[in-house]
């Protein structure tokens, strides 16, 4: 049996299902973009590391499980199961996860390099002087079209069964391509036309594009919105909720909690922003990038232009200077930039798991779940341990994937080709961590009287202040007198309201200090934890990558 995803028209993350890889079609994904190129995925694996013991495929936990033997020696030949999946994203996460399978398994690769195959040959048979491929019937393209469409899993087994002859996963997909069209009248007569001209890293390339195109649009960068969102509303709810500042660890001057969490929402739209201006760019010239094959063969054609044509009809970006592989320079950029996006949020898992430390926050608990295998009393803060400890694994992946990618030795080397197959490792770990810290927003209540009671302790705060009004009204060494009375000493409301009734300020400013407490002086905090959402609805277009 094989773990499987269904989509119905109505969303992507509908209905999951345990499905034969064999018999097992797929429904047609609702994302806009895929649509118009006829996309339609049935879930596969996401991490590369996860093996295939003996040709075997996954078995569910909802299923039963097997070990088909165990050798004297101890090793274990065991079916590949949420068990013994060696990647934790397809095993004890998977649920969690496969969205993202459709687009960066090994099955969604396959998938998109029939695409772009067949849409090249669609391409051809439009150019008047490739007269050997003439415009195809309506009935023939239907047909390729369908070979699309109903792309199943079967018909990936297929391609691997010939890619063991081969030994080349591309070419796999042209011998595909030519055994199923080889019975059709019209299309059997230009068999050879598939992959013309052609490396491999035209297709794959076009392919990887829009294997990361799907992936973002439709999965990553609708949960990094849900995220944002969930922490603005932490903004503005908590708005005006005063709370003790600490710089390097100490009390400092007052804020509000709401203006806090503020300040993850606004940086982490603006690097949403950025991910979603990064152009994704496909290359289409050949061998080296000089069209060599093509103007042999056709040298009349304007190659270059075709060839941006083409790619420009995939939804991506045209990169004319190339040598045998796109340079990856905008995966470089992409992947920093996610890479960025997850360090603002190991910056608020660990904030947040500090407050929930100072009892600032409590957390719901749920009927069953256990905190400490010792200890009955623990409600550990783990979702944002959780989604700590996965961002660290996913920048990992990725920052390899954004050093690596732009260095290939002279015209190409085949270094990437193993680096991009774990895409998905990187952006999985991201949306589990995501998901994580989504799941402990949720769970997270304010304790107001935790911070009311760290801040009745601390009128220190109040130096500040008071030194800054004196400044104002040339009272001599206002900071000097303000340390003294404050610096290693305990301070409390009487000894500052005494000092303020000693201060030689105007009637009306000394009035104002007077009334001012830790509670109340919290600036503009509550002013720009409401407007939150102002600021980032003028960051927020365009939603989706170009």
Known sequence: MELGTSFSAS?????????????QKSNVLPNSWLNQLNFSFPARKICSCRGIAKGSTISSLKTQEKVTGMSSNHSQDLELSSLTALCPLDGRYWGKVKELA?????????RVRILVEIKWLIKMSQIPQIVEVPSFSEEAQTFLHDLIDGFSMNDALEVKKIERVTNHDVKAVEYFLKQ???SHPEISKVLEFFHFACTSEDINNLAHALMLKGALNTVILPVMDELIKAICDMATTHSSVPMLSRTHGQ???PTTLGKEMAI???RLSRERKEISQIEMLGKFAGAVGNYNAHVAAYPEI?????????VLSLGLEFNPYVPQIETHDYMAKLFHS??????ILVDFDRDVWGYISLGYFKQTTKAGEIGSSTMPHKVNPIDFENSEGNLGVANGDLSHLSTKLPISRWQRDLTDSTVLRNMGVGLGHSLLAYRSALQGIQKLQVNEAALMEDLDKTWEVLAEPIQTVMRRYGVPEPYEKLKELTRGRAVNKESIREFIQKLDIPADAKTSLLKLTPHTYVGAAAELAKNVNEAIFLLSSPYLLK
């Open 11 to 23: 969303g992507v993350n509908k209905k999951m299902f345990l499905s034969n890889p064999i018999t």
């Open 102 to 110: 459709p687009f960066m398994s090994e099955y969604g690769l396959i």
């Open 180 to 182: 199923k069209c080889q």
């Open 251 to 253: 009390p400092a001057s």
């Open 264 to 266: 993850f929402a606004y």
């Open 302 to 310: 304007n190659w270059p232009e075709i060839a941006e044509e083409f």
């Open 338 to 343: 996610i890479v960025q996006f997850n360090n």
